[in-house]
């Protein structure tokens, strides 16, 4: 059963419109969320997080929403950018004493802004 | 500024062989983990530690044996490689802290043939 579930594979968006990648989970004892970024031939980069206490976050371009009672977080980017343009990962954790920091990845989303 | 390093980058093996991929990582983290990502899928944790001279087992460890005699490294081991293991590892550290995110490497993309 997968607890952390990204069901769009992929996502087109034309350069300068936002970009909304979503992410679905299913136990509710998350409590911490994250978005990573991938380039081809690279690892993934941590990109943004929220607490569970939080429903929002915002870092730059880039911003979290998290709707604890739908299980649902999104990550929005505005204005895209082509080098945007990368697999995005949404992954979550199970309180620190519970799980030794281990996080849950869905399958990723592939972002591709076109100029 | 190294961060996570993974040796080798790239490995062909035949089916049977045994081989060791590396981790090293020098930001001082205290957890370190193994995953690996097959086509269209997200990361499967394989093996992780919480220290040196610890280790666990994930969601995928059948096949897969692991070490961590120094804190900086993270070896994984693959003692008679099938096809079914071809895939990419990632290797990640992070500082035990609540909030703290991975630190991935660069991977090491693994084909069994």
């Known amino acids: 059963d997968q607890q952390v579930k990204q069901n769009s594979p992929s996502l087109s968006v034309q350069e300068g419109r936002i970009s909304i990648l979503n992410c679905d989970y299913t136990?509710?004892?998350?409590?911490?969320f994250l978005w990573y970024k991938k380039y081809p031939a690279e690892g993934p980069t941590f990109l943004i997080s929220?607490?569970?206490?939080?429903d929002k976050n915002e870092d730059g371009r880039f911003t979290v929403f998290l709707n604890k009672s739908a299980k649902h977080l999104s990550l929005h980017i505005v204005p895209s950018q082509p080098g945007d343009s990368a697999v995005y990962f949404c992954?979550?954790?199970?309180?620190?004493?519970?799980?030794?920091?281990?996080?849950?990845f869905g399958d990723g989303t592939t972002l591709t802004v076109k100029p | 500024n190294a961060g996570v390093t993974q040796t080798p980058k790239f490995r062909v093996l035949k089916t049977g062989q045994s081989m060791t991929l590396l981790c090293a990582q020098d930001?001082?983290?205290?957890?370190m983990y193994w995953y690996r990502q097959d086509p269209g899928m997200g990361l499967r944790l394989i093996h992780y530690?919480?220290?040196?001279?610890?280790?666990a087992k994930g969601e995928v460890p059948d096949g897969y044996n692991v070490s961590r005699l120094k804190k900086q490294n993270f070896l994984l081991g693959l003692e008679s490689a099938a096809p079914s293991q071809t895939s990419v590892y990632f290797c990640?550290?992070?500082?035990?802290?609540?909030?703290?995110?991975?630190?991935f490497g660069d991977g090491t993309r693994l084909s069994i043939l």
């Open positions: 990640a550290s992070d500082a035990g802290a609540w909030n703290q995110p991975q630190h």
């Open positions: 530690s919480v220290g040196e001279g610890t280790t």
């Open positions: 136990n509710s004892m998350f409590d911490y």
């Open positions: 929220i607490s569970s206490i939080k």
């Open positions: 930001m001082n983290h205290e957890y």
């Open positions: 992954a979550a954790s199970l309180p620190y004493n519970t799980n030794a920091g281990k996080s849950t």
